[in-house]
Structure formats: structure tokens, C-alpha cells
């Protein structure tokens, strides 16, 4: 009896002792969930003032843009209201400098600049028939001079920023020398056939006997006439027919160095120009001479005719052209702004300085790296930065002629 009362009143303790241990688990497991809720709900109002100052940031990162938007639709607003002002401006420039600029430096015949008029005085009537006879033995028959650049044409845009193209007098063809120097061009059927062309695809390309240098060419009456540099200093000026594919004449001019004739376009040595009077050469001496030569060609022979100093400086000049035997030189600045003609020399010394114009070429892309005139259309064909643009001129009679 006594052994299984032990065993009753052990089994209670038992009981009631795992009664305890439960009850305490219990009671931690309890208090552990207590604290985790407890955590979680921090951790919920954590987030909820997180999410609040988010939203407050993306309105106050929101009107912020809104500003910001409505700031620069007024300042593209403001831009292009400066350009349309600008452009006016530009216009106006292009009226008062054309009409009210002072004249471009011009060559004269001093004894012409000293009296106002011809026979103003009896005691002059001998020194007036002899100028009169000196101004009558002229190198040029024509009479007109340039007024103004009546239109200008954007063609297309082709190889590289410095180039030239033209276009013979006598035919329709146009030819395009890409580059500073090569063995090649591109001949085209004419200037229809150039601007709808890709690239020059369309075109046929001429190989020549040898290397063209600067972007002094040009082709006159069938004839392509270029400048070769040489051994040592030796320049020439090569004569191509482009109708039999062959050299027929060459000829030295005289010169000390390779002398760049523009200082902005240091490739060329030399230019050839052609007009109504025929083929012309400019140059410079040397790298000392700070002046550009003229010298009028026969172009058959390519012998020297005739040189003058046209004291037109070298420093600043792009590109230089003839017209009725009028030299029009256009310079512009090392930042590549407006270019312009200042400084016209006239073989014959038949322009006053009253009429030498200073023209100021439409404000383009850059600088022209050449400009060649055709006599039959009265046009100039420009290349400005890979550009090609056509300029129609206006022209006028001579004062003096």
C-alpha cells in the first residue's frame, strides 16, 4: 500500500511540476510574440512616415519639374525670338554694309584719282589725252564690275570640308575636285545631273597623269588647267585636254618656295582663274611678299602675258576670283565668320574707289575654301565646308568706260 502511494504522490509532482514548465514556456512564447508585434508595429509606423515623406517629396520633386518645364519653355521661347531678331539684324547688316560701308582698298591711276573729272580744266587737255590713250590700251575689253550677290543657292553637300567644283564656260559639264590634292576628279553632265546625284556614284571619274595640289584648278573651254608641285620648289601649271585624255602643255611660274597664296587656305600655291577675257594666274613670289601676283596667261601656250602686284594682302584671304579682268579678293577671319570682298584690283585701272564694292556673302556653314566664276551664267560656284553653293551676281558698267 505505501509503495503505491509513493508512486501516486510522485506522479502528482510530476504532473504538477510539467504543469509549471508548460505554463512558463507559455508565458515566454506569449511575452516574445508581445515583443515582435510590438517591433512590427514600430516598423509599421516607420514606414507609413517614410511612404508620407516620400509623397511629399515627389510633390515638392514634382512642382520643382513643373517650374522647370514652364522656365525653359519660356527660355526656348525668349532663343527663338533672339534668332528671329538675330537674323533681322543680319539682314540689316547685309543692307547698310552693302549700300553705306566704306569702299573696299581698290588700285587706281593716281593721275586719274587726282582730277574730278576729265576736262574740268584747259591747261589739262594734253595730260588728259594721254591718260586717256593709257586707259584705251587695255589688257581687258570688258565694262562691268560686280554690284551684288543677287541669289545664292545651296546645292547639295559632298566629301569633304575643303573642295572645289565648276563648271566649263563652253559646255554643261561640271567637275569636282575633293580634297587638297589627288590624281582624280569627277566629271558630271551638268549641274542638274550633280545636285540629284548620291555622293558621286553618278559620276565618271578622270585619272590624270599626275598629282593636282590646292584647290587652285580650273577648266576653261575643254581644257583642264591645274598646279603641279614639282621636285625642290618647282610649281607648274599643267595643261590637261579633256576631250583626248592627255597632257598638252606645262609651264613653270616663277616663284622661290612653296608660298601659300590665301592665308586661311594654306594648301594652295596657286590659283587659275578663268573669265570673259580668259585665263588668269594668282601667286605670291615668295613667303616674304605679303601681297598676291596677277599674271594674265595665254591659255593656249600658258606663256606669261602680263604681272602686276595687285597689293592685295595674302593675310586673312580664303579665295580670290576674276571678273571682266577685275581681281575680287575675299578674306574672313581665323574663327570662320562672314566672308567678304576687300580688296578689288582692276587690270586696267578703270575702277574708282567710289565703286569698288565690299561685299558681304551670306553668313553660311564656315569659310570657302574656293570660289570659281562662270562667265556664261555670271555665277559663282563655292565650296564652304563641304557645301556646295552657287552665287548669282549682279553686275554694272565700268565708271570710267
Not at 111 to 119: L, R, T
Not at 128 to 148: G, K, P, Q, T
Not at 274 to 301: F, H, Q, R, V
Amino acid at each position: 500500500m505505501k509503495p503505491v502511494f509513493i508512486l501516486l504522490v510522485s506522479t502528482a509532482w510530476t504532473l504538477i511540476g510539467a504543469q509549471y514548465y508548460y505554463q512558463g514556456l507559455m508565458d515566454y512564447l506569449e511575452n516574445r510574440l508581445l515583443a515582435i508585434e510590438d517591433r512590427m508595429q514600430l516598423w509599421h509606423e516607420q514606414f507609413h512616415q517614410h511612404h508620407t515623406e516620400m509623397l511629399d517629396f515627389k510633390k515638392l520633386t514634382a512642382e520643382a519639374m513643373n517650374g522647370l518645364r514652364s522656365e525653359h519653355s519660356m527660355i526656348f521661347k525668349d532663343l527663338d525670338g533672339a534668332s528671329v531678331r538675330v537674323d533681322r539684324v543680319e539682314r540689316e547688316m547685309d543692307y547698310v554694309e552693302t549700300h553705306t560701308a566704306p569702299r573696299a582698298c581698290v588700285n587706281r591711276v593716281d593721275k586719274v584719282v587726282e582730277q574730278e573729272a576729265w576736262g574740268l580744266m584747259e591747261r589739262q587737255e594734253e595730260e588728259e589725252e594721254d591718260n586717256w590713250e593709257e586707259l584705251h590700251s587695255r589688257v581687258s575689253d570688258c565694262a562691268e564690275i560686280i554690284s551684288s550677290i543677287r541669289s545664292v543657292k545651296i546645292l547639295k553637300r559632298v566629301g569633304s570640308s575643303k573642295g572645289m567644283w565648276t563648271r566649263d564656260p563652253r559646255s554643261s559639264k561640271v567637275y569636282v575636285f575633293n580634297g587638297t590634292s589627288g590624281d582624280s576628279f569627277y566629271q558630271f553632265d551638268s549641274v542638274r545631273d550633280f545636285s540629284r546625284s548620291v555622293g558621286v556614284l553618278d559620276s565618271r571619274n578622270i585619272e590624270l597623269p599626275s598629282e593636282w595640289n590646292g584647290l587652285g584648278s580650273a577648266v576653261y573651254n575643254g581644257y583642264l588647267y591645274y598646279i603641279k608641285k614639282g621636285a625642290d620648289t618647282d610649281v607648274q601649271v599643267v595643261k590637261y585636254d579633256l576631250l583626248a585624255g592627255s597632257v598638252t602643255e606645262t609651264a613653270m611660274f616663277p616663284v622661290e618656295n612653296y608660298a601659300s597664296l590665301y592665308g586661311l587656305n594654306p594648301e594652295t600655291v596657286a590659283d587659275l582663274a578663268a573669265d570673259d577675257e580668259g585665263l588668269w594666274l594668282l601667286y605670291t613670289p615668295s613667303d616674304s611678299e605679303p601681297n598676291i601676283s596677277l599674271a594674265k596667261m595665254d591659255a593656249a601656250t600658258l606663256d606669261i602675258e602680263q604681272i602686276w602686284d595687285t597689293r592685295c594682302p595674302r593675310e586673312n584671304a580664303e579665295a580670290a576670283f576674276v571678273v571682266c579682268g577685275t581681281l575680287y579678293v575675299v578674306y574672313n577671319t581665323r574663327l570662320a565668320s562672314r566672308s567678304r570682298i576687300q580688296c578689288v584690283f582692276d587690270v586696267n585701272d578703270a575702277v574708282l574707289g567710289e565703286e569698288a564694292p565690299l561685299l558681304y556673302f551670306p553668313r553660311r556653314y564656315g569659310a570657302h575654301a574656293s570660289l570659281k566664276y562662270n562667265p556664261e551664267e555670271r555665277q559663282l560656284y563655292g565650296w564652304d565646308d563641304g557645301y556646295q553653293i552657287i552665287y548669282r551676281l549682279t553686275m554694272k558698267r565700268k565708271l570710267l568706260v
